[in-house]
């Protein structure tokens, strides 16, 4: 019997090493250097385009840039920076994923294609579109690339005097009844479950109403009516874990395939540990609009008022009706890093069933920068 | 651990000896001991008899052998019996033993305390916020068990000192104490008999009692600044603190947190007239502007 067992177990890898040498996945093939492949074709607008995200999608970018036909109106250096950021954005760590080109207007020597690509990234996907013009030279059609430059900022000094904070703990040859210094004291200030699609979502507000920093992060327990617990989930990345005093960050917790009706009681758990953290740098979020039907979302730009670069933002956003009670948390990570004083725009989706409630919505950003170890 | 070592060999002859040796047998007058030593005093053990015998003391932690001469007293130096609790001493002369109980009773005066006070950092004007536990030992680390008052002193410069006594229970005294309505490290002390023992007790300012905000036109933008931001006993809100800014126009919102600073906070929003402009910081809202130029 075990000998039967290896014998399929060794003629099932055969097969699979076969059949993922002849018809790899994208992603593999990519990783193992394949380079151009039956997708590349430059003979009609349609083909040309997806040729071009083939390349994009396996970063090759030599051959990407050696297939435009607005090359002279940047470097390849730029359509990199374009596509795979420049300052350790969420952009260079992405893959694209999958895309699609959709035709807008064609005619014998020009036509218009949608590119839509769909990157991926360990926090979640994002989406970029471009629409893009591509020409007849010769018996080829070349796209022209509408390249987004990103902003250089002039070299400056730009004086930061902000707060921080550091911390001394007990020590380990302390006495016995030595004080250690205290953790912060946070509280949930709003906690509403509703029940999705997706299953039971917790959602509130916590406030650090101390006078330190707080790295903190929230735990939902249900309970049954038995006083058993149903489930247990933390809020992972959906809330802003750097609270700084008198801040207040949403949180967001979901419990897939759970029902409100099984629920009899929530037990909350926020935590706080007292962490060195540092005041800069300070994002202003400008021109937020709330976006009706078809496609409700919440909208704005980002602008950091320091000097330093924050390479990854993510953006929460705290949805509530007309009498303020909470209707939704959502979030965003910016895809692109927030170079000083330069506007970085954002969209957060709202739930189409839930957009006819909200009537208003508070938004924070948290910030990573790649210097700043804090 | 050299105390462990020195008596480990006693240790082992008093097992031995309370394993083999025949029953006690009555020998009254033999052993001579007061019923209750001071931990870590000297003190005589009194025997009579005559010829060489051979005295163990075992009790909590500690066993001594010592090879006596009945008739002779036995001294034990200071510091030969510093651990406090119930003793059992053996005077054993050839097959005769004589037994004799006593206590070793911790030191009446305070060597050192042990002061847990908690927490380490709140708000001012909290009515019991602060607690503070000591427990009592002598030099020896003995627990003193005897009740004896405890003084507690919670101190902030150019503030009234709030003090309490309190008699110790088993060793422990424990006590709650207001926080002060002024900001600043407090030294919360613990004091029995001459022996005190110091904690600082961060106290911070409380919510913003009143937040008000002003504007100025600054080019294409509105400089919005608060006033200095204190709170309801006066105390300056702490440089770090959040304030939120938020400008509503035309159906758009800017909103920008700031910290704090020399205990003002300062943000500059997009100058929109008829724009609605509102500050609140935690959970405390401030006034309202409506911008004009």
Redesign the interface.
Known sequence: MGRLIAIVIILATIGLVIIGTLWPIPTAAAYAGETSGPAHSWSSPQASVQSLAHDIARHHWAPAYASLENKGEFNEQDLIRDLNGAQFSLRTFADLESFRVRPLHESDDRAEMQLQMHWSTVVGNFDDTRDVAVVRSGDRWKPVWPIVKEPRVPPQVIPVNYLRWDVIYRGGGDDWAAQDVESPHVRIVDMHPVERAAGVVVMGELLNEDVVPAYVHVRATLMAKSGKAIGSEVSFDRISHLLLPKQVTPFFILFPNAALSDVASIRMEPTATLVAASADPVIEIQNQKLNPMPTPSLTGALVNQSGQVVNIAHVLGTFYDKTGQLVWVADRYIDRALMPQVPVSFSIPIPQDLAGKISTERAVVSTYSQNNDL | MRYRLTFLPALLGCGAWLALAPPATAQTGNLHLPATVVAGSGFTVQTSGSGPATLYITGTGAAVRRQVQLGDPVSFAAGDLDIAGHYVAFLEEGGATDVKEFDVVPAPRPGSL????K????SVDLHDGISGAV?IFDAYHNLITKPMPVSFQLSVPDAAVESRTVQSHDGAAWTQMNSSSREGAARFVATAGDVS?T??I?Q??G?PCSLKMSAHPDGQKIALATDPIRDCSGNPI??????TFTETYD?????????V?KDIAQ?D??AHDGARITVA???VLGNEIRWAR
Do not use: H, M, N, W
């Open positions: 042990a002061f847990l006070a927490p380490s950092r709140l427990y023992s904690r600082v961060e911070v300012p919510d702490p440089d770090g603190t959040i304030v159906g758009e919102q800017t909103t920008v947190d700031v910290p600073k943000a929003v997009p910081t935690g959970v």
